[in-house]
């Protein structure tokens, strides 16, 4: 079976690879099929963000189209930037200066108000027009210091007390473990298994 992620994000793309190398089905991704759409992500969650990319696909292919969004809700900030994690003080805005500014807002909350999440959406447009969705979390803390190397985005201001560290320390592996993402997915591959 032929299934396609809708990203052309190489970096997602070897994760995605990897949680879903035991079953049987060809992953492409937009690149390897040549598309580059542009999709307007107008939605209000992470949901119709993930479903309005896969049924945009999935209408253009014919094929069994996965789609993801995530982002970081910051519950000082009123759970901003949610679904404008990446649009967040401008797409060219380098994450050194996004994360010292959410460092800088939070530099009057008290221990108990520095939780946020990564949240993570996955959407599975099947061409009978069936759409499911699921979503992977993972609670934390924002960070008093940018911390860490690996990863991507807001990685090095997100600290995970059980790990006593960001998630820009951790290995690729091993956050994959506990990543929203990792989790949507390990959740999208029991819904595919079903259907293989
Ligand atoms: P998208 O789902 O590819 O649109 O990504 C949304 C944005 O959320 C990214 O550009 C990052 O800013 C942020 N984000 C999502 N997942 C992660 C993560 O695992 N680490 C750090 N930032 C993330």
């Known amino acids: 079976m032929r299934i396609i992620f809708a990203t052309s994000n190489e970096g997602k793309m070897k994760e995605i690879r990897a949680i ?3 079953i049987d ?3 492409l991704s937009l690149k390897d099929l040549g598309l580059n759409p542009d999709i307007d992500e107008n939605g209000n969650t992470f949901e ?3 479903i309005i990319k896969a049924k945009t696909i999935m209408e ?3 094929e ?4 993801d969004d995530s982002g970081i809700e910051v519950d000082y900030m009123n759970k901003a930037p949610g679904v404008y994690s990446a649009r967040f003080m401008g797409e060219d805005t380098s994450y050194t200066i996004k994360n010292q500014f959410i460092i800088d807002q939070l530099k009057s909350a008290k221990e108990e108000e ?4 990564f949240v993570c959406a996955i959407a599975c447009a099947f061409t009978d027009g069936e759409i499911i969705t699921r979503r992977g979390v993972i609670e934390g803390q924002i960070a008093r210091n940018i911390c860490g190397s690996h990863g991507f985005g807001y990685d090095p201001i997100f600290y ?3 790990y006593h560290c ?3 320390e951790m290995s690729p592996d091993q956050k994959n473990e506990i990543s929203h993402r990792g989790k949507a997915l390990r959740e999208i591959k029991e819904v595919l298994k079903k259907h293989l």
Request: glycine fraction near 4%; avoid cysteine.
């Open 166 to 168: 960001t998630t820009a």
């Open 48 to 50: 119709e963000n993930a």
């Open 64 to 67: 069994i189209v996965l789609a």
């Open 114 to 117: 520095r939780t946020a999440r």
């Open 160 to 162: 995970v007390p059980e």
């Open 60 to 62: 253009l292919t014919g």
């Open 25 to 27: 089905i060809e992953l």
């Open 20 to 22: 879903l190398k035991d």
